[in-house]
């Protein structure tokens, strides 16, 4: 599987690792905006010009575009999927729907498979989600995420005009998690489960009221969370939130029995030190399944639900049946 890297940030870089250590992978070349002669990549990746993509068609299986929620992905998917079979990593749940429908029009007018919103959430949690709500359908969900930067928000608060650089950290409310996993199924709002932490390096004399406020009132990101914006310095920021770790829990509540009498708890959970790179080795493995479709035929978008588990896999059918099964 010939696959290409669209973009070159921390995912870009974990994609290129991943693909490279893949027993299955050869990584055709990274496509960046940037000169190709300025970036520098971690295991000696050829490096194009994005303009020139069009002229690879034919050699890419697999294209995983390496791009921000916030402004490219909406932009970049639908743009690419007439051309090649895609994966990308869009993460406004809010929004999957939309993605959705303007990636499946572009892949099925290309004749390509377009899979979106791969990675940990959405991905594997949402497949976590489904199984649980499947195996228990007298119950609830829970999804608590953190204490971990969030690429996709940290992305978002750099956009903002005045921004030099940014992390935000998703955290959970302790009291919360506490009274999921103790079985006590409450009803609680998207307020009471998370709250935000920012910290933002501004441009000197940048109006900082202005940029805490735009923070706090991002629709979809920070309006619904009770946030804290901490403006410090980059030396800070490099010295004190180099890392991107991140992870989270899925739990699902439920009981069984005539009167529910018997209760179950379901916990998936993640513990990531590089929140990029396991959403990279998300990605390879779902380009892998994507390969795989298209050349059963398959076209049009796909999300993971979509995916059967073996298409993930390098091995055979026989291989998982005798080693995984």
């Given amino acids: 599987m010939k696959i290409a890297i669209y973009g070159y940030g921390n995912l ?26 300025s970036v520098k990549t971690a295991c ?23 791009g921000g929620s916030a402004t490219d992905l909406p932009k970049m998917s639908p743009a690419l999927a007439e051309s090649f079979n895609i994966v ?3 993460d406004t749940h809010a929004d999957i729907p939309t993605h959705f429908a303007a990636t499946d029009t572009a892949a099925r007018t290309g004749g390509h498979v377009a899979l979106i919103s791969a990675g940990w959430d959405p991905g594997m949690f949402s497949l976590n989600r489904l199984y649980a709500s499947a195996i228990l359908p007298n119950g609830s969900d829970y999804t608590f995420w953190g204490k971990g930067v969030s690429q996709g928000h940290s992305d978002a608060i750099r956009r903002i005009d005045g921004v030099l650089d940014a992390r935000q950290y998703t955290v959970p409310v302790e009291t919360a998690l506490d009274k999921v996993r103790a079985g006590e199924n409450p009803t609680l ?13 501004a441009e000197k004399g940048a109006d900082l009221a202005r940029i805490e406020r735009e923070i706090k009132e991002m629709p979809k990101y920070f309006a619904d969370y009770d ?52 959403t990279a080795s ?15 035929g398959e076209r049009g978008c796909k999300t993971v639900f979509d995916v059967a588990p073996s298409d993930l896999s390098p091995l055979t059918p026989d291989e998982l049946r005798r080693t995984m099964l």
């Fill in 88 to 90: 990308d990593s869009f």
């Fill in 282 to 296: 998300v990605l390879v493995a779902f380009a892998r399944a994507v390969d795989k479709m298209y050349r059963r």
């Fill in 189 to 201: 709002s998207t307020r009471e489960k998370h709250t935000r932490e920012c910290y933002v390096v």
């Fill in 227 to 278: 946030t804290t914006v901490n403006f410090i310095t980059q030396q800070e920021l490099d010295e004190k939130h180099k890392g991107i770790p991140h992870g989270g829990f899925v739990i699902r509540s439920g009981s069984t029995g005539v009167n529910g009498e018997n209760k179950h708890i379901i916990e998936y959970s993640l513990k990531l030190d590089s929140n990029p790179e396991f």
């Fill in 44 to 66: 000696n990746t050829r490096v194009f010009h994005c303009n020139d993509i069009e002229k690879y068609k034919e050699d890419i299986d697999v294209l995983i575009i390496c």
């Fill in 12 to 37: 870009g870089r974990g994609v290129e690792i991943a693909a490279t250590a893949a027993p299955d992978c050869e990584v055709l070349g990274v496509f960046t905006r940037r000169s190709p002669d």
